[in-house]
T-cell receptor, first 113, second 108 residues
């Protein structure tokens, strides 16, 4: 059973461009979570999604950030008009249910030039 | 909200030494996990341990939920143990709250 997969692993964008981060949960997992890790900090919750639904986006910035988890395909975290402060590692986790252990992917490291 | 504190913040060990990392949390939790983030940034799940004791090779962990702390023991440390160790708790809201981590460096 493959683990949580994220791609790309590294992403470089210039200020003002868009960044798209993809997350494929573990097989059989329908709950997806995105976390952000700023340099020298721990991970912080951004958003929780189930298939086709955003359950909780309380940790996500109100502007420029959006997330989706369509019926088919991976979950996408989209950052529009990136700024240098968006440079961070973005981790996705998945679980079979909302109170189960979350399994984390390898992360996507976003660098904004 | 719940606070998660880890100690020590930094630790340097000679290869072969033992160490204990601590995680204190300020409220009751449903889940607790320990992670190792290696120097390449990859997050590795070590233990899912909301209570009790578990062992996996040279690593073991104990969580005393009633006293709101967890300990991670590393025995006979190796250079590959270097990295940052995070404790993360889930207080019943599915949002994991991460501590600030313990940065471990093991010297050859």
């Amino acid at each position: 059973n493959a683990g949580v997969m994220q791609n790309p692993r590294h992403l470089v964008r210039r200020r003002g461009q868009e960044a798209r981060l993809r997350c494929s949960p573990m097989k059989g997992h329908s709950h997806v979570y995105w976390y952000r890790q700023l340099p020298e900090e721990g991970l912080k919750f951004m958003v929780y999604l189930q298939k086709e639904n955003i359950i909780d986006e309380s940790g996500m910035p109100k502007e420029r950030f959006s997330a989706e988890f369509p019926k088919e395909g991976p979950s996408i975290l989209r950052i529009q008009q990136v700024v240098r402060g968006d440079s961070a590692a973005y981790f996705c986790a998945s679980s079979p249910g909302s109170v189960d252990t979350q399994y984390f992917g390898p992360g996507t490291r976003l660098t904004v030039l | 909200g719940i606070q998660v504190e880890q100690s020590p913040p930094d630790l340097i060990l000679q290869e072969g030494a033992n160490s204990t990392l601590r995680c204190n949390f300020s409220d009751s939790v449903n889940n607790l996990q320990w992670f190792h983030q290696n120097p390449w940034g990859q997050l590795i799940n070590l233990f899912y341990i909301p209570s009790g004791t578990k062992q996996n090779g040279r690593l073991s962990a104990t969580t005393v939920a009633t006293e709101r702390y967890s300990l991670l023991y590393i025995s006979s440390s190796q250079t590959t143990d270097s990295g940052v160790y995070f404790c993360a708790v889930e207080p019943g809201t599915y949002k994991y709250i991460f501590g600030t981590g313990t940065r471990l460096k093991v010297l050859a």
